[in-house]
């Protein structure tokens, strides 16, 4: 494996982070300082050294959380809940979210202390398919829907989005659906929702821009009331996961991921 891998694995940061600590020879392999990020090591024989400390691959841990509302996607926070504060009975030491969530969005995410399993997921050369599903205020007309699903621009100077993929499930007034409507999550919308058009769907997109899926529906006119993640690659959401709820992935789950 090499060396830095190895050091993704351990946790001790991310492949931007821990070459340049490689480099400038905090790292050791047997007693020797090791310069270079991509020398080649025996995971199970070489004793590896972080600033003088040995370090070891440990336990792999990968969660699934069904995520509620009102909670930040963070290890810490001085004032705010994070995702970490569900977690019971577990050693959170090490462990991290696979991605972010938005404070007010609900549903799937992983939490490892594999970087290796963070980097795979989050690398957009991977093109991990992530699935939403949303209530918005608003209509699509045919032409939005196909620029949704064939790329728009989300942002001044930003590339256009990548092909995603689009299902919708309700299309009304709210007055008529408003009994289906989960309640809404998102209060930063000014307009009233009485008299207005809704909409329902999924949204499938390979990418991880910043409030994407907000921002793509607001470039055709459409402000999202409703955000839940439905899936990651292969993996949906344990449905009989309430909310704020916790498992641990199975390996089959785990290597599904990676595949
Ligand atoms: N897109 C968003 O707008 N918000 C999320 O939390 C995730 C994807």
Not at 127 to 137: G, P, Q
Not at 227 to 244: H, M, N, Q, W
Request: hydrophobic content about 35%; some cysteine; aromatic content about 8%.
């Amino acid at each position: 494996m090499r060396l830095d891998k190895y050091l993704i694995q351990a946790s001790i940061g991310m492949r931007k982070e821990v070459q340049p600590l490689i480099r400038e020879g905090l790292v050791t392999v047997n007693g020797n300082v090791v310069t270079v990020p991509e020398t080649i090591i025996c995971e199970k024989t070489d004793c590896i050294t972080y600033r003088g400390e040995k370090i070891s691959l440990g336990k792999r841990q990968y969660y699934m959380l069904h995520k509620p509302a009102g909670y930040i996607t963070a290890r810490s926070d001085a004032e705010k809940a994070t995702v970490l504060d569900l977690f019971q009975n577990v050693n959170t030491n090490s462990l991290f979210p696979v991605g972010r969530l938005d404070k007010d969005t609900e549903g799937l995410l992983f939490l490892t202390n594999d970087g290796a399993f963070d980097q795979f997921l989050m690398n957009p050369k991977c093109h991990v398919e992530k699935t939403y599903f949303f209530w918005a205020l608003g209509s699509l007309s045919e032409e939005d829907k196909a620029a949704l699903c064939n790329g728009l621009s989300i942002g001044e100077g930003e590339k256009l989005t990548k092909p995603a993929r689009l299902t919708i499930v309700r299309e009304g007034l709210y007055d008529v659906l408003k009994e289906e409507i989960i309640s809404p999550i998102i209060c930063k919308v000014k307009m009233k929702p009485e008299g207005q058009p809704v909409v329902a769907g999924y949204l499938t997109i390979s990418e991880g821009r910043k409030h994407q899926v907000k921002r793509m529906l607001k470039a055709v006119g459409c402000y999202i009331i409703y955000l839940k993640r439905t899936t990651i690659g292969p993996v949906a959401l344990d449905e009989s996961l309430p909310k704020g709820q916790y498992r641990a992935l199975s390996e089959e789950e785990v290597r599904s991921l990676l595949d």
